[in-house]
């Protein structure tokens, strides 16, 4: 069965300092992965995917993530974090056996990201 | 490009009544539009996926007479929260994707806030 997990349910960061937000994934085939962010009341925004190659995948708002096939892990990383990178922050994962966008997305839990001024 | 808007942003009912929600793709033909619920401070949950012209197809635990899904068209789908009950407040989120579009990604909706008193 596909999951998506997402261990830490919140992550407080000063402004300025590097920024880890943890994803573990396991599913049957190769995975496509998503990384999204939310804003309160709002809907979801896309930040970034890994479908093949570079393990290093560079996104939106100077996010980018690392692909680690033997730890199963896609943590979304960003070198200097800004207050208004706080949001909540989402790993998702599609099973590639399914070509078109009928196969599912599974959502991990959710990360709060907290950046302090 | 990829564009997708949901109206209302959000709605007031009383118990009882129905709710349509639609969910359009403003720039892209959608093949398939995917329906989310997603409760406070909890992950998204998928509630059924629609394919243009056919049945949606509801995820174990979702009652379809309850939440009647139409895809009528390549551009738009509507959820009908039929007999609404405050436990069926939530955000609802929708988001489309086509199979002709390299990995398939899906695009997501601003969402709608439903409120049953």
């Known amino acids: 069965a596909q999951s998506v997990a997402q261990p830490e349910d919140q992550v407080n960061v000063a402004e300025g300092n590097p920024l880890t937000v943890k994803c573990t994934y396991s599913v049957s085939g190769n995975p496509y992965l998503f990384w999204y962010v939310q804003y309160p009341n709002r809907g979801l925004q896309f930040l970034l995917k890994y479908i093949t190659g570079d393990n290093l995948v560079k996104g939106s708002y100077g996010f980018e993530a690392e692909f680690n096939k033997s730890q199963t892990s896609f943590h979304l990383k960003k070198p200097s974090a800004l207050v208004s990178d706080s949001a909540l922050y989402f790993c998702a994962v599609r099973d590639l056996r399914g070509r078109s966008s009928a196969s599912k997305i599974i959502f991990g839990s959710g990360t709060r990201l907290s950046i302090r001024p | 490009g990829a564009v997708v808007s949901q109206h209302p942003s959000w709605v007031i009912c009383k118990s009882g009544t129905s709710v349509k929600i639609e969910c359009r793709s403003l720039d892209f033909q959608a093949t398939t539009m995917f329906w989310y619920r997603q409760f406070p401070k909890q992950s998204l949950m998928l509630m059924a996926t629609?394919?243009?012209?056919?049945?949606?197809?509801?995820e174990q635990g979702v009652e379809k007479d309850k939440f009647l899904i139409n895809h009528a068209s390549l551009t738009l789908s509507t959820l009908t929260v039929t007999s609404a009950h405050p436990e069926d407040s939530s955000f609802y989120i929708c988001?489309?994707?086509?199979?002709?579009?390299?990995?398939?990604?899906?695009?997501f909706g601003p969402g709608t806030r439903l409120t049953v008193l």
């Open positions: 629609s394919n243009e012209g056919s049945k949606a197809t509801y």
């Open positions: 988001s489309a994707g086509t199979s002709g579009r390299g990995s398939g990604e899906q695009f």
